[in-house]
């Protein structure tokens, strides 16, 4: 993969085009490099980026996003078919006027009519139920009074036991074999092949975003459904197995092309919001840490890493290529003058031979040299400028010996009795800022486990939501995270079409392809806001999954983390990112009048090609932002200390794909960004670092420190990937016996188990044999012994 520009993103340059250029009048070339260099300096273009990060965005944001602007006149027909149910068994009264008994008899009424096995009937009924979980929206008049009714509907719906029902219809529609051997043969498939679908997991999705929201208004007996759902929903309750399991299922079963009408895009946001409710989001993550490094008798951790990322301001981005032109002229033409006095200087200059070495032979440049090198190296250089030293013959230098003439020897490393008093500050500092993770615990344990099976005793584990899920997901797993990449590849804004691409765009193309301008932009906008959400959801589910496992068993975490690499997850999160990345966050793919619930309490305006380019007013998308942070997590998870990983970073030139996400100003992603800079930098070499000064004081300033970390000033050039080949391997034979020994039951050791070698207690137990045998007992006394001949001395023998 090419490191360079994806998307007009290369080069780390400011990009103006002709048109921009036009809007300067009377300015020339060097009056536009002058003004964009004073611009760049004070960052006046690229203000801080005003993002609170957190589990979701908000409330209306997230269930605006679960529907494509193609679906926008469902809304009324699901209105349609309440309202006309609604008139047959209730009178001329709205549903906001009746008593909670009415309410809870209407919605028993409509749990019944989705037993029918009308098919058609059936769908009305499933329309008339998501219309009330979109909050009877007919009967109100504003944004909140949706969102109340929202949520007394939602609540309601769930004491009548829909959910389940639910489950099952979701279940039928996944085994409808005609429905995908249809889809299959289709030549394009549009909205219309997935409509039952979509209904089902439109409530379904409605159901679990709602419930999962706290709010202070909330009734005592709803908070106690709440948590009765969520352990429902993270258990075996439901087709014997997790709801995300299922939903796993039905994105392996899209990729394979077995079911290509699956309208992707809903599963995954159900998946995702299944996850966030079952196991936890951010916020609960650093307290089942608390509370599991308390467990372990391990010390509390320093800090939030979360609140002390929401305390930091993002660092200036690293110089433009018209700045850095610039200054290397300038620069040129000030050594150029200098020439003559300095030519007879070199000779003096060298290192004086009588001195020893110094590990500290490295030139400092200027800080104005730092900062004009800040991106890769440009042909004009100092060495090229200057005239090189005068060469000496290797008789010329006087040799010396390095240090004492003795090597010393250490016959106790227990003790630091006699050491110098810096060395004993040294050791105290070092103990004081000991981390030890839960991981290494685990590990020390398992190796435990694995050297003595018989004496160990029975692990206990704890059947958490996370176990649970891990079980669901073990026999799959692999598959799983292969169909994730799939999908993420598809949705990728620098991925290419290709014919053997999946379709990821089922759930949104209209049955009618647009006739007018006007059309074909506002399905732009839906086909592009579409793959946005598809890579938020995908980008938080695997971050997620890799959180949590990572706490619950440190070799769950690896597991997932390996198949992920081995899927090639480290060149896809690369290939992302190997675009203009400004240009993906501040992109307006959205059209905040067709949001729901804004489109269906007010009146819609006539929609013009001018407002769609326009979009919205908002500074950036915040779920672009949100998902270019999390796949930076994902990979800063699965490259930490891992060399083989880190490697990867480098062959696949991550560097000034990275350095370019830098111009990003938000200090969370700047932070993933440096810290993955900073696992590379003793690959890259001192160059490297000589030529990014600024950036190597940003992962100074803002990443935390590991006390004995060679990050600065190791330099490991010859290093290549498979060198680490046999750590993986390692890993990868560790993770194995792991799962044989706590999940895989009929691999046990026969030689550990239990024999009972007592002839009273063997012969008196007693053993049911089968009726046949019971009745041929004659027969087979005949065959088996009677008729065979018995040598009696080599039995003996």
Known sequence: MEAGGGGGGGGGGLLVNNKQRSMLPGRGRGDFI???RKDSEGFSE??????????????????????SYTEGPEFHLNRKCFEEDFRIHVAEQKWTELDAAQHRAHAMRLLDGLEVTARERRLKVARAILYLTQGSFGECDSEAEVQHWMRYNVFLLLEAGTFTALVELLNMEIDNSAACSSAVRKPAISLADSTDLRVL???????????????????????????????????????????????????????????????????????????????????????????????????PLPEDSIRVIRNMRAASPPASASDLIEQQQK??????????????????????????????????????????????????????????????????????????????????????????RPIHESIRTLKQHKYISIGEIQIRREEEYQKTPLSGGEEEVEMSPTELL????????????????????AAAPTSKAKTDSINILADVLPEEMPTTVLQSMKLGVDVNRHKEIIVKAISTILLLLLKHFKLNHIYQFEYMAQHLVFANCIPLILKFFNQNIMSYITAKNSISVLDFPHCVVHELPELTAESLEAGDTNQFCWRNLFSCINLLRTLNK?????????MMLVVFKSAPILKRALKVK???????????????????????????????????????????DDWAYGNDLDARPWDFQAEECALRASIERFNSRRYDQTQSNPDFLPVDNCLQSVL??????????????????????????????????
């Open 34 to 36: 002058r003004n964009q």
């Open 46 to 67: 690229s203000p801080d980026l005003e993002f609170e990060y957190a589990d979701t965005d908000k409330w209306t944001a997230e269930l605006s996003e679960l529907y």
């Open 201 to 299: 997991l439109n409530i379904m999705y409605l159901m679990v975003e709602t419930i999962q929201r706290e709010d202070e208004a909330d009734r005592p007996e709803w908070r106690a459904s709440r948590e009765t759902f969520r352990t429902e929903l993270g258990s075996s309750l439901y087709n014997n197995e997790p709801i995300s399991v299922m939903l796993f299922g039905m994105v392996t079963k899209f990729c394979s092309g077995h079911a290509p009408h699956f309208p992707m895009k809903k599963v995954l946001l159900l998946l995702w919001k299944s996850i966030v409710f079952t196991l936890g989001g951010f916020e609960q993550l650093q307290t089942i840490k608390i509370r599991r490094r308390e467990g372990l008798g391990l010390p």
């Open 331 to 420: 620069r040129a033409r000030r050594e150029h003058k200098g020439l003559i006095k300095q030519d007879n200087l070199d000779a003096f200059n060298e290192k004086d031979p009588y001195k020893a070495d110094d590990s500290r032979e490295e030139d400092e440049d200027s800080e104005e040299n730092d900062n004009a090198l800040e991106t890769e190296t440009f042909p004009l250089e100092r060495d090229e400028v200057m005239p090189p030293p005068i060469p000496h013959a290797p008789s010329e230098r006087i040799s010396f010996p390095k240090g004492l003439p003795w090597a010393p020897k250490v016959s106790d490393t227990d003790t630091v009795v006699g050491l110098p």
């Open 470 to 489: 891990y079980q669901g997901m073990l026999p799959s797993l692999p598959q799983y995270m292969i169909a994730l990449l799939k999908i993420l590849l």
């Open 638 to 646: 699965l490259t930490k200390w891992k060399h083989s990983r880190t």
């Open 666 to 708: 938000q200090a969370m992603m700047q932070l993933y960004v440096l810290k993955l800079l900073k696992v590379q930098t003793k690959y890259l070499g001192r160059q490297w670092r000589k030529s990014n000064m600024k950036t190597m004081s940003a992962i100074y300033q803002k990443v935390r420190h590991r006390l004995n």
């Open 764 to 797: 008196g137990q007693r053993v049911e044999l089968p009726e046949d045998f019971q009745m041929n007992y004659d027969l087979w006394l005949e065959r088996e012994v009677f008729s065979k001949p018995i040598s009696w001395e080599e039995l003996l023998q």
